[in-house]
């Protein structure tokens, strides 16, 4: 295995999808088309990960990897702030700055209240009914 690429983000996220999609067309047991096509992606997935953990060319998984962690950050903070919403709705509220769009939490109390963002400073004005 000396040389090899090895397992990264991208290829878990691969291996993922495969598992659920293979779950998934087990519900389509008697549309035998859709099954197949489900499973073949699968296959797909799964195939295409196993390629990525044996390749020889380090420098190209490893630019495949870098541009996938972007958008797998971008999916998993939105996950992990839908959360944080859910978790804390009764307590706070969450408001982006206009200004530098960054997401900021305020205690749920009725009234006026003046925002300050930490991270660029900016002022703004917003009402809690």
């Known amino acids: 295995m000396q040389?090899?690429?090895?397992?990264?983000?991208l290829n878990i996220t691969l291996i993922v999808f495969s598992v659920i999609i293979?779950?998934?067309?087990?519900?389509?047991?008697?549309?035998?088309?859709v099954q197949l096509i489900l499973m073949f992606v699968s296959l797909g997935l799964l195939?295409?990960?196993v390629f990525r953990f044996l390749s020889t060319n380090i420098y190209g998984r490893t630019a495949e990897n870098r541009k996938?962690?972007?958008?797998?950050?971008?999916?998993?903070?939105?996950f992990k702030l839908t959360y944080k919403k859910f978790r804390d709705?009764?307590?706070?509220?969450?408001?982006k700055?206009?200004?530098c769009k960054a997401q900021l939490r305020v205690k749920n109390v009725k009234?006026?209240?003046?925002i300050r963002c930490p991270k660029c400073g900016n002022k703004f004005e917003k009402t809690i009914r």
């Open 22 to 33: 293979s779950i998934v067309s087990r519900f389509f047991m008697f549309n035998l088309p």
């Open 47 to 49: 195939g295409l990960a």
């Open 111 to 114: 009234g006026k209240h003046t």
């Open 3 to 9: 040389g090899r690429y090895g397992s990264d983000e």
């Open 89 to 95: 709705g009764r307590t706070h509220r969450y408001y």
């Open 97 to 99: 700055c206009p200004q």
């Open 68 to 78: 996938f962690k972007p958008v797998f950050s971008a999916v998993t903070g939105w």
